[in-house]
């Protein structure tokens, strides 16, 4: 039964008046019992009754009381959580104290304090350890039990998680059953019953074999001698028998819970999930999530509420920030899904050989089909296990991944495939969707950059061949912000291979345009990490570590003034990483490097200057180190001033 068809039932058993039955809600661990009845079922009674309290004349909506059975040890415990409940709310629900509250472990006190006969100093102290256990804020002996004490049939109880407890399942459904025969209370059990019978079938199960097995040597491999083994327990240990029984006599109806899969994802999605283009992205792979999960046969609810509580975290702390994100979510939210159903299902955490990303078998034999890989990312596995996000690492890795994978013009659907291989075969109105499209794909950011040369060589060829130069300057406006916007590592390669002569200077105009602002942004970007190093108490090692494929120029994007306060206060330690760093400036053969400038220059006979200021006293080898660097800097400084 689904959802609307198990609202109806209940509906149905809650109006029924004929005789006293309980009824269960059946269904498997994680198919969601738990979140439709504290999410859906609960309303719908709520929304009912109170429909029927405006309605009917003399009628008094009945209430309804949720409380679990997981891990109670005894079935008096569920009497404790109904009293909390209960007697914190008696003024709204009219519920026979005498009655139910004598149930309780505690009713003894109870009883007495209704009756107004002094407890001893011992039955008081029970009771104040009770109320302290349950959070009970109010005293025992100011309850109008007498005030409490109308109808029975105003309390509708549901116990979830019957499976779960602790206690004898006889001794739990015998207790329960006092509520609905001899109270008349609506009761609602909500239990995975498979569980149930197979785990009471199999307790003491060890011992209930030693005690039928005959006294001769018995054959543990024949299936007839096990079986005939069963039966003699089953006859000798009636336990299964008196289950049955007694379920018999309390539950009237099972109602199978088989909820559409896709249908509660989307009330997840719609209930849990803010963010609208994320709730947008999620909508879109519903089903595609739902063959995944019947494939995997593990169409589990608690599976999926895991899954988006882990893609909304690490959307709101890390991808949400990123200028990029509509283009890396559908990669992500995919690897996502697969991971948390591989982690629940209990596979072991996945070995990326040193690398961010890459293909993940989603078998454990080495089956080579493409449906049996998917694409993943090092963060997500361990943010799924650990619950651990380090955003640098994954800006990092995200960031590589832009710059050397994520490609939409690589879909053969994809705009700047059309265009490509079909322009030529198009009239000019076709030519304009797939461009306007395109263009879409550019708002959006949805190309990574090492694309754009591809791109811009497809519009300086359609735009020779007819469309103009001018009608694509909101697409070169747009790649430019898309750089400004994001972290770009390197200038976008010109590759004019294949490029008709007549639209290679317009070709080549764009991409220059592309790369000077690139060439901007990575200037500003290498000062400032410049900079934040020499903050640091290991800045001269952490500069050699920085600079170590830099070219010499990175030398002018250093604050100079911030560099010499250093070298006044360097240690010895530091110092031979300095003297490592300056070192780079000499060439393969000991001349200046070929980017050496007159910059360069000037800010070494700076560093020379305070050099020779610097104390020996500081440490026994800063003598050596000091006159090593100053050497250097002179040797470097003559070959610049030879070669002019």
């Given amino acids: 039964m689904n959802d609307e068809q198990i609202k109806k039932a209940i509906i149905s ?14 269904g498997g661990w994680g198919t969601g019992k738990s979140y439709f009845v504290k999410n859906e079922l609960l309303e719908a009674i709520k929304e009912h009754e109170n429909s029927k309290d405006s309605r009917c004349s003399g009628y008094t909506a009945k209430k309804v009381v949720y409380i679990s059975a997981y891990g109670i040890q005894q079935p008096s415990e569920l009497s404790e959580q109904l009293y909390t409940i209960l007697a914190n709310n008696f003024v709204k629900i009219g519920i026979s104290a005498i009655n139910i509250f004598s149930k309780l472990s505690f009713g003894k006190v109870i009883t007495e304090t209704s009756k107004n006969t002094p407890p001893t100093k011992k039955a008081s102290k029970t009771k104040d350890e009770k109320k302290k256990k349950m959070g009970i804020d109010f005293d025992i002996e100011g309850l109008d039990l007498k005030g409490l004490a109308t109808r029975l049939e105003r309390a509708i109880i549901i116990i979830d998680d019957i499976e779960r407890s602790n206690c004898n399942i006889n001794e739990l459904f015998g207790y329960i059953n006092g509520f609905v025969e001899h109270d008349g209370i609506k009761v609602i059990l909500v239990a995975n019953e498979s569980q149930i019978t197979g785990s009471h079938h199999i307790e003491n199960q060890e011992l209930k074999y030693l005690v039928v097995k005959p006294n001769e040597e018995f054959d543990y491999e024949s299936s007839d001698k096990i079986d005939a083994l069963n039966r003699n327990v089953q006859k000798l240990f009636k336990s299964q028998n008196e289950y049955l029984q007694i379920r018999e006599k309390l539950i009237g109806k099972t109602f199978n819970f088989q909820p559409d899969f896709k249908l509660t994802v989307e009330k997840l999605i719609m209930n849990h999930i803010g963010d609208e283009v994320l709730r947008s992205h999620l909508l879109e792979i519903i089903s595609t999530m739902s063959e995944f999960a019947t494939k995997n046969k593990h169409l589990n609810i608690r599976t999926v509420q895991f899954f988006l509580s882990t893609i909304n975290e690490m959307f709101e702390l890390v991808l949400k920030k990123r200028s990029d994100y509509q283009r890396l979510l559908p990669k992500i939210i995919k690897c ?15 070995e990326f050989d040193g690398t961010h990303y890459g293909n993940v078998s989603l ?3 080495r089956d080579f089909r493409t449906d049996n890989y998917v694409f993943g990312f090092k963060f997500v596995d361990e943010h799924i296990r650990t619950g651990n996000i380090d955003t640098d690492l994954i800006n990092y890795a995200l960031n590589e991944y832009v710059n050397e994978k994520a490609c939409e013009s690589e879909n053969s659907e994809d705009a700047v495939h059309i265009i490509e291989y079909q322009w030529y075969y198009m009239n000019d109105d076709e030519i304009t969707i797939q461009l306007n499209r395109l263009k879409e794909n550019l708002d959006k950011n949805q190309y990574a950059f090492y694309n754009y040369d591809k791109i811009i060589r497809l519009l300086s060829t359609i735009a020779h061949n007819g469309f103009g130069k001018e009608f694509f300057d909101e697409y070169i406006a747009k790649m430019i912000e898309n750089i400004n916007m994001a972290n770009v590592k390197q200038k976008i390669y010109f590759d004019s291979l294949g490029v008709e002569r007549e639209s290679y200077e317009l070709h080549k105009e764009w991409v220059d345009k592309l790369n000077q602002v690139i060439e901007e942004k990575l200037s500003c970007s290498k000062k400032e990490k410049l900079n934040r190093v020499l903050v640091d108490d290991n800045w001269c090692s952490n500069l050699m570590e920085v600079t170590k494929n830099s070219d010499p120029t990175f030398w002018n994007s250093i604050d100079m003034e911030l ?8 240690d010895s330690g530091n110092m031979g990483y300095f003297i490592h760093t300056v070192a780079r400036l000499h060439g393969d053969i000991g001349t200046p490097h070929d980017t050496f400038d007159e910059n360069i220059k000037i800010s070494l006979e700076k560093i020379l200057d305070v050099i020779e200021n610097i104390s020996d006293d500081t440490d026994k080898m800063m003598p050596f180190k000091k006159n090593r660097l100053k050497e250097l800097l002179n040797s470097i400084l003559r070959s610049y001033n030879r070669d002019l």
């Fill in 363 to 365: 078998s454990e034999s």
């Fill in 563 to 570: 560099l010499l306060d250093k070298l006044r206060i360097i």
């Fill in 13 to 26: 058993y809650i109006d029924e008046k004929i005789y006293n039955y309980a009824v269960m809600i059946d």
């Fill in 336 to 350: 996502y899904y697969t991971f948390c159903f591989r982690y629940k299902k209990g596979a072991p955490a996945i």
